[in-house]
């Protein structure tokens, strides 16, 4: 079988010691601080363009930085909650004490998205600002976190796909060894380069477009809408390559399907799919 040996890249960019104190950047800790920043130039650059808003920006420049700080705490609240409520409540149900070892691992981009939802939703609301234009601004920037992120997984050799025999596949540290029934290195999809290509690339570049070239954000709630419709789309797909989480792979259920045959990225990326085209029409019929 043809295969590419996973590259040896350590999931520690460095470590600091300094006697019984002990201190590691990782590219995934990374990935999410580069991501929310870029994503704050993002939405700080549309700000400062009125023209693309057909008029006036909704709120001044200088206040996107109070946003940001609300946009984290969503993040880190609702990726971690998603993660234990969407993934392994029962675990987490015995074992409280390990809700709050985030550093350990266990988030869930849906759960941010609703954390990353209703702290830009509490934030518009206090500035007193139309939610829909904030969260088409947001939804620019969105795709670039999500690049970085599963960039990430890569590198940490999480989140991998199911087994194939393509020549593309990646043999992958701690994936098994037991491919189509033969004993023998195990060359899995690089699901985590699929989504980074979709989710962050593909959807990054159309929403540029529409937003630099087509004025989308003249039409509030379009970009949300391409967003939602995109992610959910783009997740949806990949999930036929991704390899299902373990607690949900049984002898009977080997797929990790939780229901009608979906896994339950896809039953949780459903539901994105159908806002993203609500928010599209509407935008559609309020402009036309």
Known sequence: MDYIPFP???????????????FSLRWYALAYIAGLLIGWRMVMGLMKRPALWGGEAPVAPG????????????????GRLGFVLFYQPGFYLSNPGEILKIWEGGM????GFLG??????????RQGVAPLKIADALALAAPVGLFFGRIANFINAELWGRPTDLPWGVAFPGAGQDCFGVTGICARHPSQ????????????AVLLWGIYRRGWLQLPGRSL????????????????FREADAQFITAENLRGAVLAGMSMGQLLSLPMIFAGLYFILRARSRAA
């Open 8 to 22: 040896q890249i350590s999931p520690e960019i460095f470590t600091l010691t300094l006697g019984d104190f002990s």
């Open 63 to 78: 206040k996107i930085e109070d946003l940001l700080s609300w946009i984290i705490l969503g993040v880190i609240l609702g």
């Open 108 to 111: 869930s981009f849906h759960g």
């Open 225 to 240: 809408g391409v967003f939602l419709a995109g992610y959910g789309a783009a997740r949806f797909f990949v999930e036929f």
């Open 116 to 125: 990353v939802v209703a702290g830009a939703w509490a934030w518009a609301a």
């Open 193 to 204: 380069l699929y989504e980074a290509v979709l989710e962050g690339l593909l959807l990054g």
